[in-house]
């Protein structure tokens, strides 16, 4: 019942302002403003570092390593927990729809589950990696974050707030873990020598998992989604459904 209430009170300035909202829809739904604006911080304050401690290249390893697993750990929990529709999806919720939808959006906001919010839990696993290194540049993006990326998606009737704060901790925390977690000094001293050794290639699965985390790893999931439509033998009738393969 809370949780409604505070969607309603959130969303309830929609459709005063045509621009606001759709400077709001826009922000939304461009990665650039969310998970790519937060990975440019990363990257900037890590390369301060780099020049002189090599030994924070793991501390960014590990922090990726805390990112993935939060993420994917947040988006796993979506298909066992209970089902939550969406406040959009609501309709005992009076909310504003902000801007049209296209069909594609409009279906994966009826058939995925609000709670947790992998959104909150990718953006504040970020915070932490970045708070980690350097910590002004942590609570600068944590403002960011809960004003540009966070709030809209209550504001849109996307996510409870409960969903994103569930989420947030979950990210955080586990981040954190990761972060915090002891690593032998042979493992160390080994991980020290492969990024010494092969310089290009890690700054390549760098980028590949830089780009990876900033779409929420969509790319994994569709060929996870390809594997299990083949292996089910659905695949086929997905692909003419859609018109197109994905």
Known sequence: ???????????????SSELFDDVVLLVSTLDIFKAVAAIAVLIGVAHRRFGTLLDDRLTLVRGGVGLLVATMGVR?????????????MNDSLDLVTIGALDEGSLESLRTSSSFPS????????????????????????????TLFVLLPRVYMGFHYPSDILVGAMAGAAITAFCLWLPVPASANDRALGWLRAHPSLSLAIGFVAAYSAATLFYDAR????LVQDIATGTAAEDVRTAGGPR
């Open 76 to 88: 796993v929990s979506q298909e066992f927990l209970p089902f939550r529709a969406r406040p959009l």
């Open 222 to 225: 569709g060929l996870l989604d």
């Open 1 to 15: 019942m809370f949780a409604g209430v505070a969607v309603e009170v959130v969303n309830s300035a929609a459709g």
């Open 118 to 145: 992998d959104h909150a839990a990718l953006m504040a696993a970020l915070v932490v990696l970045v708070w980690w290194i350097d910590r002004r540049a942590g609570w600068w993006l944590l403002g960011y974050s």
